[in-house]
């Protein structure tokens, strides 16, 4: 059974506000929801918003509905509400597929990378993933291809069509839930079925399986009047944004946090060294507590109404330590002195004079190179100014690993080779 992804009380609130105050249907309040997390593997489904509508889940019904003006902030972040049209008004439907005027049952229109037209009542499982993929569009169902004459739909096709079905297909296939959202148009006596492809909050959208003529793995991309494989660079541009996004809605969610909480009581936690630093002053949590907090990485918190997801336990301590401790870590990472790696290279070459050790570390470049070694100082105050400044003091401390004694050793052995 897949596993059912959880709501938080946030967002049960939002949803019972959305419900109550806005006219928006199951699909779209589940898709804000599901655009707000930015993972689908996150999505939850429609139906999760019929049960908070009937009151069918215990835990959610104590649960207030948001303020309106956190719903409306929470729809400012979503997706820009206020600057989102209809996109079947009938303006925009108006400008978008006209008929000609010497002909009203013929559109005046060309298949570009937003419209798609289909003769029967046809949902193309491809032309839906390469909207998806780009900036969403339009599929008119009773359009013939190339000529645009006008054919029409049965009241009985019409009538026939099952959402819940379709939408069933589609995540069983793309393994996530497309937006989407229809409206029928009479034309004298013939009617034809617009359906509005939103663009996909994860992309890029996969295929999952083999369907029709798409095949799993496979990404498609809606271009000037085809669907086909997406290209490099498009694909590139696609994992560009969601790198972007996704560090914006997380920076973003921090920020509000640190403004609702005050910056003076807001502190930073590195959890790979469970240091704690804040306006207010800086602390360390004991090494022993971090496992048992390492789920925090993945946002994994446990839902349980009025009950803290995590007690902290354990000896809390001064930045002196820390600071202790990062020095500690940092020689058993890096253990050679330049005395050291002067004395490992001269066993493997005597010949090696200091000043030939010393023009080899300056050309590797090793000196500057975390992968090979870092710096020493000699206290808090210099390595701040070095962060602030990004000059070394001059009598800097270098440290190195043993990838760098390696490299030293092959860089010599291939000069020996080759004089």
Not at 244 to 272: V, Y
């Amino acid at each position: 059974m897949a596993k059912r992804n959880t709501l938080t009380d946030f967002e049960v609130g939002i949803i019972k506000s959305l419900l109550i105050n806005h006219d928006f249907s199951n699909q779209k309040i589940s898709g804000l929801i599901n655009r707000s997390r930015g993972d689908a593997s996150k999505d939850i489904s429609t139906g999760r918003i019929s049960n908070i509508k009937n009151n069918q889940i215990a835990k959610y019904v104590p649960i207030p509905a948001a303020s309106l003006q956190t719903t409306e902030e929470f729809l400012r972040n979503t997706i820009h509400l206020n600057n989102e049209p209809d996109p079947l008004s009938e303006l925009k439907l108006a400008t978008l597929i006209p008929t000609k005027k010497e002909n009203p049952e013929q559109l005046d229109i060309k298949e570009t990378n937003i419209i798609e037209c289909k003769e029967g009542f046809n949902l193309p499982m491809k032309t839906i993933a390469a909207f998806a993929n780009n900036k969403g569009g339009y599929i008119l169902l009773g359009v013939k291809d190339k000529t645009w004459e006008i054919k029409g739909i049965s009241d009985r096709k019409l009538s026939d069509f099952d959402y819940n079905k379709w939408n069933q297909r589609v995540i069983s296939t793309l393994g996530i839930e497309i937006e989407f959202s229809h409206k029928v148009l009479q034309y004298a006596d013939k009617k034809i079925a617009i359906f509005h492809i939103s663009e996909a909050h994860t992309k890029p959208v996969i295929f999952s399986k083999n369907i029709d003529d798409a095949h799993e793995g496979h990404i498609y991309y809606r271009y000037a009047g085809e669907d086909r494989l997406i290209t490099p660079l498009d694909l590139q541009n696609i994992i560009d944004e969601r790198v972007r996004k996704s560090s914006q809605t997380t920076l973003s969610k921090h920020l509000a946090n640190i403004l609702r909480i005050g910056i003076e009581n807001s502190a930073i936690m590195d959890l790979k060294t469970g240091t704690v630093e804040g306006k207010s002053g800086n602390f360390y949590l004991d090494e022993k507590l971090l496992p048992q907090i390492s789920f925090i990485k993945e946002g994994e918190f446990k839902e349980t109404s009025g009950k803290p997801t995590l007690k902290l336990i354990g000896e809390v301590k001064n930045m002196e330590t820390i600071e202790k401790k990062i020095t500690e870590d940092t020689l058993k990472m890096y253990p050679f002195s330049w005395t050291d790696l002067s004395n490992e290279v001269h066993k493997k070459f005597p010949e090696i004079k200091n000043k030939d050790l010393n023009k080899k570390i300056s050309e590797t470049r090793i000196k500057h190179d975390k992968r090979y070694s870092t710096y020493i100082f000699i206290n808090k105050k210099s390595e701040q100014k070095y962060k602030e400044t990004g000059i070394l003091p001059k009598s800097i401390t270098s440290v190195y690993n043993n990838d760098a004694l390696e490299l030293l050793i092959k860089e010599f052995e291939l000069e020996k080779k080759d004089p």
